[in-house]
Each structure stands twice: as C-alpha cells, then as structure tokens.
C-alpha cells in the first residue's frame, strides 16, 4: 500500500547546484521521514519531521512539510558527488499491518 | 555501536529451493523488520518481529516467513523459490515508540538474491 510518491523519478545536476525533491502523499500523517539509498546498499536515515514542523534542517538538508498540500520536499544544497544516491520519503502505514511505508524514490546524479 | 549487519551479502539459487537470510540488529534494538527491494515495485515490507513476536505483516504468500531470537537475531525463510523472488532484502532494527510511524529505522546493508 504505498502511500508516499516522489518527483522527479530521476535528476541529474552538476556539483554545486541545489537539488530538490518531492514527496506527495495521500492520507493525515503524524510524521515524514526521508532516506537515502546508495546503489545497492541499505537505507540510511537522514532526517524526521513530525506534522506541527514546517521545516528542519540538518547539516546540508532542508526539509519542508506541507500538510494542507499533504507534500514535503527534501532540498540538499551545495551538491557533492558524494550525494549521488536515491531519496525515499517514508510514511507511517495507515492500516495497522504494516511498518514504514517508503516511495519508489529519486535517483539523484551529482556530476562532477 | 555496531549497525545491523546481514548475511550473506549476496546468494545465487536456482527455482525451487529455499534460502535462508540472517539479520543481527543493532544492540538494544527489539524490533526487526524485513523488506523486499525490486526496480519494479520498489521497497514492500515483508513482516515485523519484536520481542520474538510477529508484530505486522506485509502482503506476501506464505512461502515467506521469518522468526526472530531471543537475542533479537532474525531469519526470514523463502520456500520453493520463483524467479521473481530476485530482490534486494534489506533488514531493518529499531527501538520501540508508541507512535506509529515514528520509529527510525536503521538498515543493513542488504542480501543481494538471484534466483535463477
């Protein structure tokens, strides 16, 4: 039951640039959380915001929550090619049957 | 502390078979989850174990199934093995919270399956 959708499926940037992505969900949530993935590797968390926050940062990160439009973005300034990597926004499950619901993510390039 | 670490790290089979994949969580953390990773589909959970308990299940058939020790360690099974079984499982501990949803969820590194 995936409840979160992530846009653009794909970007592609230069070093330096900022990179943006979106995450669109369908029901209330409590919180959002966001991930990241390197080829092959298992998720890493990268930061919680709950539904009363509008906006965390942390380090490089910023991210936004806007439960009227029931969205949240995941911008990363400065990009390195280190950064390079697939993004999940995550959701809690609505039914009782399940655990973190994730999207199917952005694949991000970082060029150097 | 040490992470969650998965064994093994990749795994060739043919249909038919079974395997078997192990998870050791973070120390402290009771609760295991397992999910399945395709292109396709994407990241769908399996099932959830705390405290040696399932706790939730995902939609897959029977021929999934996993158990957890009571050291926290956990073993998810796949019987009669199809072709498209291939997937990355990935592993997942956490600490408890009474909000749903709220649990970080810390990762292995994943079991690469091929299924061939």
């Known amino acids: 039951s995936q409840q979160g959708e992530e846009d653009p499926q794909a970007l592609s940037i230069q070093e330096g640039e900022n990179a943006t992505m979106n995450c669109s969900y369908k029901t209330s949530i409590n919180n959002l959380q966001w991930y990241r993935q390197n080829s092959g590797r298992g998720l890493v968390h990268l930061i919680l915001i709950r539904s009363n926050e509008r906006e965390k940062h942390s380090g490089r990160l910023r991210v936004t929550l806007d439960t009227s439009k029931k969205s949240s973005s995941l911008l990363i300034t400065a990009s390195r090619a280190a950064d390079t990597a697939s993004y999940f926004c995550?959701?809690?499950?609505?039914?009782?049957?399940?655990?973190?619901?994730f999207g199917k993510g952005t694949k991000l390039t970082v060029n150097p | 502390k040490a992470g969650v670490t998965q064994t093994p790290r990749y795994l060739i089979k043919t249909r038919g078979q079974q395997v078997t994949l192990s998870c050791s969580p973070i120390s402290g953390h009771r609760s295991v989850s397992w999910y399945q990773q395709t292109p396709g589909q994407g990241l769908q959970f399996l099932f959830e174990y705390f405290s040696e308990t399932q706790r939730n299940k995902g939609n897959f058939p029977g021929r999934f199934s996993g158990r957890q020790f009571s050291n926290s360690r956990s073993e998810m099974n796949v019987s009669t093995l199809e072709l498209g079984d291939s997937a990355l499982y990935l592993c997942?501990?956490?600490?408890?919270?009474?909000?749903?949803?709220?649990?970080?969820?810390?990762f292995g590194s994943g079991t690469q399956l091929s299924v061939l």
């Open positions: 997942a501990s956490s600490l408890f919270s009474p909000v749903k949803g709220d649990e970080k969820l810390f």
């Open positions: 995550a959701t809690p499950p609505q039914g009782g049957s399940e655990k973190l619901v």
